[in-house]
């Protein structure tokens, strides 16, 4: 298989782990990234995909280990994703101050980081810290207002503030990103 061939088939093959992965196939995304890999072994990105596909089918220690691997002169953006994706796996495993620090560190690269910015609001919100946690929701809808998972984290943290029509404007944006996805 030429160079070009084996980039292209890797390239497939990531497209079709991002499909498993969305349809709760985590083991099927996990034999073709591995495969992918196999083909592309230098495609960093792919490291990063093989340690959510391992999160997603429950193997968490294979995923820490696949995120080691990510080196230490990937992108910004990449290095940022992988330690969000340590937070979550620490915060899982019940290690809430490794999982704050992850994301923190994950922040200190990328400040725009959506996915840190709303764990990190969802660490805040189990802490019973629910204006911290609103604040760090709204910074990840700076990032992206089109996150749906933030919407909702917002809505809960409103109700929990007493600020009922910011919760019930957050659900209603929640429920419309929602309705677009389904019908996308």
């Known amino acids: 298989m030429s160079q070009s061939d084996a980039a292209t088939e890797a390239a497939a ?3 079709r782990a991002a499909a498993y992965l969305a349809t709760g196939r985590g083991e099927d995304a996990v034999l073709a990234l591995e495969k992918a890999l196999s083909l592309e072994p230098l495609w ?4 990063f995909n093989l340690a959510a596909a391992l999160r997603a089918s429950g193997r968490p220690e294979r995923a820490q280990a696949v995120l080691a691997r990510i ?19 620490a915060y899982e495993a019940g290690r809430q101050e490794d999982a704050e620090a992850a994301y923190l560190q994950a922040l200190s690269l990328v400040p725009a980081h959506r996915e840190a910015w709303n764990n990190l609001g969802v660490l805040r919100f189990v802490a019973a810290s629910y204006a911290e946690a609103r604040d760090c929701f709204q910074k990840a809808l700076e990032a992206d207002p089109d996150y749906p998972d933030a919407w909702y984290n917002l809505a809960d943290a409103c109700r929990e503030l007493g600020d009922l029509p910011a919760a019930a404007e957050a659900d209603r944006r929640y429920a419309k990103l929602v309705k677009r996805h389904k019908a996308s």
């Open 13 to 15: 093959l990531n497209a």
């Open 44 to 47: 960093i990105q792919l490291e």
């Open 71 to 89: 080196p230490s002169d990937a992108s910004l953006s990449l290095r940022a994703d992988a330690l969000a994706l340590k937070g979550l796996l």
